[in-house]
């Protein structure tokens, strides 16, 4: 039988060893497959022997990928699944990794979701209906989902919106204020917030009316409109097609029946 007359440590990976027998090489394993089938100079293998080495080598190989798959981030059961299989690992050895993380800790979807939940809260303005849909996407069941999103507590949930409205209230619109409101309240909600805190959170915490930036705004897209529209219509139509396209976007009527009167019939 082949006998192994020299092991050497790789000088790339220094937890890998090369085998050689009969001072030709031969195959590498990890250091703890050297270990645990006590590989060491003089030792003879049979065919039996390497196949089973070279095996429980090639597992413990996938098994590490696994384990420095999750040194990046912790994952979810069915996002270790999905690496994996992508990397081509044997199936029969996914199931067996698989039940090892989750045996070693490694692999905990309830604990996975609750730090999801709380790296979602700290980092984002996502809302907890969002957050939910994310962690439905990788693999979490529902009930591990819902005990996670209990520690975003619906005083926290308004927290988080009010200080989105705050931000996104101070940037520079052509809109009307009606409608700069109305477009917040749909992102708001898309956001992934419930519809009673977002409205909760509009009801009370009601916008401050600049008059003077309001006409502005309103001027400018009155005139615009007035300008597009008397190319082809004029007297009533044209007053008519004005006012209802001011309406539209959420201008007051007192505004709008002044600017319309004006209007040369």
């Not at 006012?243 to 009167?261: C, H, P, R, V």
Request: glycine share 4%.
């Amino acid at each position: 039988m082949p006998t192994i007359t020299k092991i050497a440590q790789q000088k790339k990976k220094k937890d890998r060893y090369s085998i050689f027998l009969d001072g030709d090489y031969a195959f590498s394993v990890e250091e703890d497959v050297l270990v645990r089938h006590a590989l060491t100079k003089g030792k003879e293998l049979s065919k039996k022997d390497i196949d089973e080495i070279t095996e429980k080598d090639d597992y413990q190989r996938a098994y590490l990928m696994a384990i420095q798959f999750l040194s990046y981030r912790m994952r979810s059961a069915d996002e270790m699944h999905a690496y994996l299989q992508k990397k081509e690992v044997n199936p029969d050895w996914i199931e067996q990794i698989m039940i090892s993380l989750t045996e070693d800790k490694y692999l905990d979807d309830q604990r996975f979701a609750e730090m999801f939940v709380r790296d979602r809260i700290h980092q984002t303005s996502k809302g907890p209906q969002v957050i939910n849909r994310e962690l439905s996407a990788k693999g979490v069941n529902k009930e591990d989902r819902e005990r996670a999103l209990e520690q975003f507590e619906e005083g926290q949930q308004k927290e988080h919106a009010f200080h989105w409205l705050q931000k996104e209230r101070r940037k520079t619109s052509k809109d009307s204020l009606k409608q700069r409101e109305d477009k917040l309240r749909v992102k708001m909600l898309q956001k992934g917030y419930p519809n009673a805190i977002v409205t909760a959170v509009f009801q009370e915490n009601p916008p401050i009316v600049d008059a003077e930036k309001e006409q502005d705004i309103f001027i400018k897209q009155a005139d615009k409109l007035h300008q597009k529209h008397q190319k082809k219509l004029s007297g009533f139509d044209l007053k008519m097609k004005v006012k209802t396209a001011l309406y539209q976007k959420g201008f007051s009527s007192e505004m709008i029946d002044e600017y319309i009167d004006n209007i040369e019939s």
